[in-house]
């Protein structure tokens, strides 16, 4: 039993940090999301620290990192709000890298460990896909089969989510397209699994700024001549609002380690739902009070913390709310 | 990171609960209520084994496992549905007395306390105070080689099966701050003056009791630490070791019995929703729980307030599975079973207020982790 990050892990997770800390302030985020939506140059730096070769294997240029390597990541990503299509292209090379031909994969993944290619992945042919107009290569699951296709050749409007994540609204017909994998169902489960638990990480991330700043907030605003974290109602609340973070933590760490050690498919599924479950009513919890804790403040534009509750809003029900994997959870 | 126990602890887990299995007669399992028979005699059956006070010093018959062996440990013992192993003497008293206690009270009561010969119980709450503790009004006035005893104490858990008792008082009046006026007395309960008033709960149960101490007199070599220094004495046990404060082994016998219970509802899905988050709710917790211990192992410093949030979260577990037990039943049930569950969720009602409300839990977590 060992709750820590490796040597390594923790190498990353600080530079990724002191990179975010430094270049992707609320300010740089703004003007990011008021430009493109998402920045080259970001991008760029995230491949050069190693980001996009992480979770590719060694033999096409990647460090053959799993979940856990990529968990402190994301909740790095999560604390900055960062809107680059980074998950996008990591769910993508996981299905090339677990259902692709050897010829795929080589053409493919030293690519993306190069940070040379984005790539997203859709569900279906017609769908809304986040980090689509960014991508070189879109992924789509047609009934059983996975295919994959210039992102030129597929008609889409692109749009940004409610979060201000890069999507587009995706028309994808196979006529143009290369067959990536048959009866792919097993294969886009675990990613989706794989992705599932990397979101839970993200929002961790995110509920840990939302609580931090919160309590920063009940420290320095005065009302009735007092800081009004001294009054014992806010104080509960805000207790409430950590313990619900911890909660969630402890089950993204048991979805990122049970995705990357478990052999056995219903098991990392039951444990994924659980951890969804748990994170999607954290999230909402944590996001409702830290709003509210901040008052009129709260609600503003200006405000980071107006767009960690509009983040953690869309990550609760990313890949499935709290009710889906409910469903799923019972069904295992 | 890795969240499995290493092969020695899975072995270490499966010894455990091996010789727990073989060893806990079965009549004794699953009861809501023990008598002092009973509990002793689980306590005795531990003791031979040298498995009843894990933490303590070697020494004293501890085991010299490490903090996640005796986590383990607990757990199974949970799990197991045995008596509980009852606190006031193994994991209260004893290391209040390891601490600050004289040699002669260690050697006196220790071994007594080990033994399971001396049945120990907590005088701290007192009518005017639950929660304001330090506000404490029982009296203990030195005369010679006594203190005169003189006060009431509340909500006293198994007095009327003690031999001890162990009892915050106020022995000066006078000092300013209020918590340097008390100081920590053990008591022997045949002491004359001493009455014991029985307080039935809601569940019918005699578990608590009024302590009433009339011109009680208490030889002074039974003061632990120095006079006027009991506080420090409780706040020591409140920041003592506490991991088993989740109770996540006897909810996970629950649960499991919960779920048996369950399956003449799992059609009905709004029932099985609340039951899957509340199960996700004790694996949240378990992690969390195992997480603390990480730290633990690795600092060599006790959890500290953070374990007020084991408390908070595993009582509120253990109040939603007799919550949902009690869905499982007809509200006018007469069948014994039943009976056994309402009462059991009129019971457990107590968990989110005794040792330290639920509400102090918060304050302890806003003043000591958040710095409110």
Redesign the interface.
């Known amino acids: 039993m060992n709750f820590d990050y490796s040597e390594e892990q923790q190498l990353l997770a600080d530079s990724v940090r002191r990179f975010l800390a430094k270049e992707y302030d609320f300010e740089s985020r703004k003007r990011i999301i008021a430009g493109a939506g998402w920045s080259e140059e970001v991008w760029a730096k995230l491949a050069e620290m190693g980001l996009t070769g992480l979770p590719v294997s060694p033999d096409y240029g990647g460090f053959g990192g799993g979940a856990v390597d990529l968990m402190s990541v994301m909740e790095a990503f999560g604390e900055a709000l960062v809107v680059e299509p980074l998950l996008p292209t990591l769910i993508a090379a996981r299905l090339v890298g677990r259902a692709g031909s050897d010829a795929q994969k080589k053409a493919l993944l030293p690519a993306v460990a190069e940070g040379r290619l984005r790539m997203a992945f859709a569900a279906s042919p017609k769908a809304d896909v986040v980090g689509a107009p960014a991508a070189h290569k879109l992924l789509c699951l047609l009934e059983e089969d996975l295919f994959i296709v210039d992102a030129a050749e597929v008609p889409m409007k692109p749009y940004r989510t409610l979060d201000n994540m890069l999507a587009a609204q995706i028309d994808f017909s196979p006529s143009k397209a290369d067959l990536l994998a048959k009866d792919a169902r097993a294969a886009v489960e675990e990613a989706v699994d794989f992705a599932t638990a990397l979101i839970c990480a993200e929002a961790v991330g995110a509920m840990k700024f939302a609580c931090d700043t919160t309590l920063e907030y009940l420290k320095t605003r005065k009302q009735f001549g007092v800081p009004i974290g001294s009054f014992q109602a806010l104080q509960h609340r805000i207790v409430d609002m950590f313990i619900s973070y911890e909660q969630a933590k402890s089950m993204a760490c048991l979805a990122c380690s049970k995705v990357d050690s478990s052999e056995n498919p219903a098991e990392r599924a039951r444990a994924v739902s659980a951890a969804k479950i748990k994170v999607a009513d954290a999230a909402r919890h944590v996001s409702q009070e830290s709003v509210q804790l901040h008052g009129g403040m709260g609600m503003s534009d200006e405000l980071k913390v107006s767009h960690s509750f509009r983040r953690l809003t869309v990550l609760a029900r990313q890949f499935g709310d709290a009710d889906h994997h409910l469903e799923r959870f019972a069904s295992l | ?6 092969p020695e ?1 899975l072995a270490f887990r499966d010894e455990a609960r091996a010789w727990l299995g073989a060893n806990l007669p079965g009549e004794l399992k699953d009861k809501g209520h023990y008598s002092k028979d009973e509990l002793l005699r689980w306590h005795r059956i531990l003791a031979r084994q040298g498995w009843v006070a894990p933490a303590w010093p070697k020494e004293w018959g501890g085991t010299g496992w490490n903090v ?1 062996q005796r986590y383990v440990f607990e757990e199974e013992l949970g799990y197991s549905g045995g008596p509980p192993l009852i606190p006031f003497g193994l994991t209260m008293c004893a290391p209040v007395l390891l601490r600050f206690g004289a040699e002669a009270q260690k050697k006196r009561f220790l071994p007594r306390i080990y033994q399971g010969e001396d049945f120990w119980c907590q005088g701290y709450s007192e009518p005017g105070s639950g929660s304001d503790l330090a506000s404490l009004k029982t009296k203990a006035v030195r005369k010679g080689d006594h203190y005169v005893v003189n006060g009431q104490k509340i909500w006293t858990t198994l007095a009327h099966y003690a031999d001890w008792i162990f009892c915050l008082v106020r022995t000066d009046p006078t000092v300013e701050k209020r918590q340097e006026g008390i100081s920590f007395l053990l008591m022997d309960m045949k002491a004359p003056g001493i009455t014991v008033r029985p307080l039935i709960l809601m569940d019918g149960a005699h578990e608590v009791n009024e302590v009433f101490f009339d011109d009680v007199q208490v030889p002074a070599e039974n003061l632990v630490h120095e006079e006027g220094k009991g506080w420090t004495v409780a706040k020591y046990l409140l920041g003592y070791e506490r991991m088993n404060t989740g109770r996540i082994g006897e909810s996970k016998r629950q649960l499991a019995k919960l779920k048996e219970l369950a399956k003449q509802k799992r059609n009905d899905f709004r029932f ?2 609340r039951l ?2 509340l ?3 004790l ?3 378990e ?2 729980n ?2 603390f ?3 633990m192992r ?1 600092s060599g410093q006790p959890p500290g307030a953070d374990v007020s ?1 084991l408390k ?2 595993g009582t509120e577990i253990q109040q939603g599975l007799t919550e949902l037990a009690v869905e499982c039943t007809d509200p006018q049930a007469s069948d014994e079973q039943s009976v056994a569950l309402q009462k059991k969720y009129l019971s457990m009602r107590k968990t989110t207020i005794y040792a330290g409300s639920n ?1 102090i839990q ?2 302890i ?2 003043k000591m ?4």
């Open positions: 990171m890795d969240l499995s126990y290493s602890e996640v099985r929703d899957s988050r199960e996700i709710e694996i949240a917790l992690i969390t195992l997480r211990l990480d730290r690795r949030m908070i979260k509400e918060r304050n977590i806003a982790t958040l710095g409110l």
